[in-house]
């Protein structure tokens, strides 16, 4: 059961372009949510994240959207860079504390062409 | 400040062997956590420890995985026996305490079961 799901594999955005990546989720009691980068042969490093009180955060060129009724969430990365090629994974949690665990999706490998 | 240190990075075993992987996790970090990546999908929870207290091993395949983390500090995951299907990447992963949502990953370690 996929409870998060990443339906692109893979994206490739021209240098300079918006880049979306997409996130769906089916369980109702994820209230926090996260983006996680990859490069290959690195662990994840975290890059932005959304709780469920809110619809929109920002971080320097990095947005993520929250669509409660839909179940969905995007990350747009405006202006894309080169080096911003790499696996990106979503990332969901319920509850706090002790209780809370991350949820991940399967990835989008993101390419950003000159 | 240094980063959640794993080894090793790179194992191969033939299957019905035995493994064992290390993990450091930043100082001061009181959540720990092991996560599975097989190849193509997202990493997958294994074991969650608060401190040096077992919070969450659900999907832990307790038949021949096993994880402690002795005073609080770094942790050992076994494998033993292990099977074809356990090849992928370990990362082992640390918060400073459970619900921020915000875990740093080691580099992982490879195991490759054949």
């Known amino acids: 059961d996929q409870q998060v799901k990443q339906n692109s594999p893979s994206l490739s955005v021209q240098e300079g372009r918006i880049s979306i990546l997409n996130c769906d989720y089916t369980?109702?009691?994820?209230?926090?949510f996260l983006w996680y980068k990859k490069y290959p042969a690195e662990g994840p490093t975290f890059l932005i994240s959304i709780s469920s009180i809110k619809d929109k955060n920002e971080d320097g060129r990095f947005t993520v959207f929250l669509n409660k009724s839909a179940k969905h969430l995007s990350l747009h990365i405006v202006p894309s860079q080169p080096g911003d090629s790499a696996v990106y994974f979503c990332a969901a949690s319920a509850g706090t504390g002790t209780a809370s665990k991350l949820t991940f999706g399967t990835g989008t490998r993101l390419q950003v062409t000159l | 400040e240094a980063g959640v240190a794993q080894s090793p990075r790179y194992k191969i075993i033939e299957k019905r062997q035995s493994v064992a992987f290390w993990c450091n996790p930043i100082?001061?970090?009181?959540?720990l956590y092991w996560y599975q990546q097989i190849l193509g999908q997202g990493p997958k929870l294994l074991i969650q420890f608060q401190n040096n207290g077992v919070v969450d091993d659900s999907q832990l395949p307790k038949d021949r995985f096993s994880a402690e983390r002795l005073k609080g500090v770094d942790s050992t995951l076994k494998i033993q026996p292990a099977k074809l299907e356990d090849s992928a990447v370990y990362l082992c992963?640390?918060?400073?305490?459970?619900?921020?949502?915000?875990?740093?990953f080691g580099e992982g370690s490879r195991l490759t079961v054949l």
């Open positions: 992963a640390s918060s400073l305490w459970a619900g921020t949502g915000e875990l740093f």
């Open positions: 100082s001061g970090h009181a959540t």
């Open positions: 369980n109702s009691m994820f209230d926090y």
